[in-house]
Nanobody
Framework: VQLQASGGGLVQPGGSLRLACAASGLSLTNYAVGWFRQAPGKEREGISCITPDDASTKYTDSVKGRFTMSRDNAKNTVYLQINNLKPEDTAVYYC????????????????????WGQGTLVTVSS
């Protein structure tokens, strides 16, 4: 059972990236999935999540309007579309699943999540 995050890279300010979180050994459709990021010297920050039933997504204020989370059940993959990237978005981005299934709910606290991917680095610089 594992999650594999990918899609990071070096991008100029204002650019876009699409991060992917692919699962093996479990079906992501059954769980809330969250995206988190951690910049050097900072705590891990919850930035978005999607509920187990795809009823809704949630975003932290700093990314609202720029980040969009979606799920492709056929590919067992969750995506994070990141637009209008800013230097302060530079961080390692992680995806994770919460084994505690609460319909129409997903947390943004990292300690609520159980299974983590390895992270993918996003660097925003000119």
């Amino acid at each position: 059972v594992q999650l594999q995050a990918s899609g990071g890279g070096l991008v100029q300010p204002g650019g876009s990236l699409r991060l992917a979180c692919a699962a093996s050994g479990l079906s992501l459709t059954n769980y809330a999935v969250g995206w988190f990021r951690q910049a050097p010297g900072k705590e891990r920050e919850g930035i978005s999540c999607i509920t187990p039933d795809d009823a809704s997504t949630k975003y932290t204020d700093s990314v609202k309007g720029r980040f969009t989370m979606s799920r492709d059940n056929a590919k067992n993959t969750v995506y994070l579309q990141i637009n209008n990237l800013k230097p302060e978005d530079t961080a390692v981005y992680y995806c994770a699943t919460d084994y505690l299934v609460i319909p129409q709910s997903c947390p943004l606290k990292f300690y609520e999540y159980d299974l983590w991917g390895q992270g993918t680095l996003v660097t925003v610089s000119s």
